[in-house]
T-cell receptor, first 112, second 115 residues
Framework: RKEVEQDPGPFNVPEGATVAFNCTYSNSASQSFFWYRQDCRKEPKLLMSVYSSGNEDGRFTAQLNRASQYISLLIRDSKLSDSATYLCVVNDPKTSYDKVIFGPGTSLSVIP | DGGITQSPKYLFRKEGQNVTLSCEQNLNHDAMYWYRQDPGQGLRLIYYSQIVNDFQKGDIAEGYSVSREKKESFPLTVTSAQKNPTAFYLC??????????????FGDGTRLSIL
């Protein structure tokens, strides 16, 4: 089993739609979780951290399910500018430093 | 503005040549990282450094070397031993808190190609 898994997509959704991505991680001892956004041929940018109780930032909601070892990202009222690849990132608890593991990403295209 | 600067943006390497990618940060971050990204692939860790004058191999260190003589700087050398260097190279930094995972901030990358 890969350490961090994501459905690669692509997810093609119309403007205004709600879309959700899931990400599963293999090590139950992981403590830190993040969603990054990467535009084509650009660097990844932190979208949001994921907290145990779930958290929201505008149209974006992140949830953590420790029992099932997955995190999710919900995007409401999709905009054309949301088109990007979304990377799930989880810390690697086997190391003594801040190593994180990047998922392969889920591609989203928002269509007019 | 604080940030991470990578240079050059594009780099071409000839056969048998070593090339060095620059990474400078003014975020006062302790930890710095180098990743490689191939088309359609996730990021893979090449080297990391938690503190000045110390660095460790990541998952794919063969054919690469680094130095960390200053807190702000973490250059990566792609040696001639790296037979497939064509990729997008990303430098990142974070406030290392010893294993709990802090978010990493990235430079805008260097695209390396073979001539």
């Amino acid at each position: 089993r890969k350490e961090v898994e994501q459905d690669p997509g692509p997810f093609n959704v119309p403007e205004g739609a709600t879309v959700a991505f899931n990400c599963t991680y293999s090590n139950s001892a992981s403590q830190s979780f993040f969603w990054y956004r990467q535009d084509c041929r650009k660097e990844p940018k932190l979208l949001m951290s994921v907290y145990s109780s779930g958290n929201e930032d505008g149209r974006f909601t992140a949830q953590l399910n420790r029992a099932s070892q997955y995190i999710s990202l919900l995007i409401r009222d999709s905009k054309l500018s949301d088109s990007a690849t979304y990377l799930c990132v989880v810390n690697d608890p086997k190391t003594s430093y801040d190593k994180v593991i990047f998922g392969p990403g889920t591609s989203l295209s928002v269509i007019p | 503005d604080g940030g991470i600067t990578q240079s050059p943006k594009y780099l071409f390497r000839k056969e048998g040549q070593n090339v060095t990618l620059s990474c400078e940060q003014n975020l006062n971050h302790d930890a710095m990282y180098w990743y490689r990204q191939d088309p359609g692939q996730g990021l893979r860790l090449i080297y990391y450094s938690q503190i000045v004058n110390d660095f460790q191999k990541g998952d794919i260190a063969e054919g690469y070397s680094v130095s960390r003589e200053k807190k702000e700087s973490f250059p990566l050398t792609v040696t001639s031993a790296q037979k497939n260097p064509t990729a997008f190279y990303l430098c990142a930094s974070s406030m290392d808190q010893g294993g709990v995972g802090r978010p990493q901030h990235f430079g805008d990358g260097t695209r390396l190609s073979i001539l």
